[in-house]
């Protein structure tokens, strides 16, 4: 068992590095910063003067189990596919001292904190999408500098805040640019995951009311067009409880090209959801638990148990008409029960931290059956 693996006497010794490592860590996250600007700085800079200069659109079939035009023409609905995505999918390997913490918050705790999650590592958005990855979940945090309302997207902005993407505005613009050049492509969805700060510290705010309308407002500026809002969705229907219950979900013919925001459950979504329960004004689609399955407001709904999933399947999918969104895994751990059950499940949006990627790396990755990811469910 794991609590054996450390004697008493070492895991203490490493509790108190802890008080040592830990504002080496915290102060490490300035310059982490300044990487992160130069590292997307860099990053953008190459995809507008090279990566896109003689680009060739996305072939979407090779990443579908299915035949897209046939599921085009016989009028299959985006609620009927699965798609593949990642969780945190911004990640990087933290600084060389929050690693250090991390290892004696390992040893402290009887490995119960995984060192192993401060090597964690994604693609870059650009690369994911190349791959077939079409939902990417993105964490953020609200910073108020000047009077000015902006949004940077990592795991921990006051100790690991390693990104590929950091700048949420420049993320957003990323994701855009692929979408442009590849304006045939499944739909992608991004979940957005406020982090729940729990008091203001520095320029860093408590996401708020205020500040969901200001992250609206500014994925409506930089996705323009290529933004399907909560009110394209719903059509001439008054609410989303209405749409669901005509089983009125979008064909997949009108979602093509079109990027979709989810709002992660979190302290503001009430207050969100209140301001217009209809959802019609908002841009981004709140995402909500098992328990508001039968509420008006209700679309996507998180399920992050497949064995939960399956469980509610029959209620939240074939008789609520929701769309699920499951995690498949939680890096550094995966089990083949859980990646059957995944697959089991039926759920639309199926997040892995074990994805296809540029490195290919050898322990192991999850798709669906025969390397797709996207397929029909059911």
């Not at 008006?296 to 008409?321: G, W």
């Amino acid at each position: 068992m794991a609590i054996f693996k450390y004697g008493p006497i070492k895991a203490i010794f490493a509790l108190l590095s802890c008080l040592v490592l830990m504002p080496m860590a915290m102060g490490a996250v300035d310059d982490m910063t300044q990487e992160n600007i130069q590292r997307q700085d860099e990053h953008m800079d190459y995809l507008e003067n090279e990566f896109y200069a003689e680009y060739t659109p996305c072939d979407e079939q090779q990443f579908a189990s299915f035949d897209i035009d046939q599921a085009i023409a016989d009028g299959v609905k985006f609620n009927e596919v699965a798609f593949l995505g990642t969780h945190n999918s911004y990640q990087l390997p933290a600084s060389e001292e929050y690693k250090k913490l991390s290892e004696a918050l390992d040893i402290a705790t009887f490995s119960i904190a995984s060192s192993q999650k401060a090597d964690f590592k994604m693609d870059t958005l650009t690369e994911q999408f190349e791959l077939g990855i079409r939902s990417v979940e993105l964490d953020i945090e609200t910073i108020v500098e000047n009077g000015e309302v902006s949004f940077v997207v990592s795991h921990d902005p006051k100790i690991d805040n390693a990104s590929n993407c950091y700048d949420f505005e420049k993320a957003l613009t990323e994701i855009k640019m692929w979408s442009d050049a590849n304006p045939d492509h499944l739909p992608i969805t991004v979940i957005i995951e406020p982090k729940k700060l729990a008091a203001p510290i520095g320029t860093m705010k408590t996401f708020t009311l205020p500040y969901a309308n200001a992250c609206d407002e500014l994925i409506r500026d930089v996705l323009g067009d290529t933004l399907l809002t909560p009110a394209d969705m719903m059509g001439e229907y008054e609410s989303f409880g209405d749409m669901r219950a005509d089983d009125g979900w979008l064909p997949l013919a009108d979602t093509m090209g079109k990027v979709l925001v989810l709002l992660h459950d979190t302290t503001v979504t009430s207050d969100y959801i209140k301001q217009d329960s209809s959802i019609k004004t908002q841009a981004m689609f709140p995402m909500l638990r098992y328990a508001d399955r039968n509420e008006s407001y209700a679309s996507f709904i998180i399920e992050n148990k497949p064995s939960d999933a399956i469980r509610h399947n029959a209620e939240s999918i074939d008789k609520c008409n929701l769309i699920v969104r499951t995690r498949a895994d939680s890096y550094p751990t995966y089990s083949e029960s859980r990646y059957e059950q995944t697959l089991a499940c039926g759920s639309q949006i199926i997040s892995t931290d074990y994805p296809v990627n540029t490195e290919n790396r050898n322990d192991h990755v999850f798709t669906f059956d025969g390397g797709y990811t996207v397929q029909l469910v059911g």
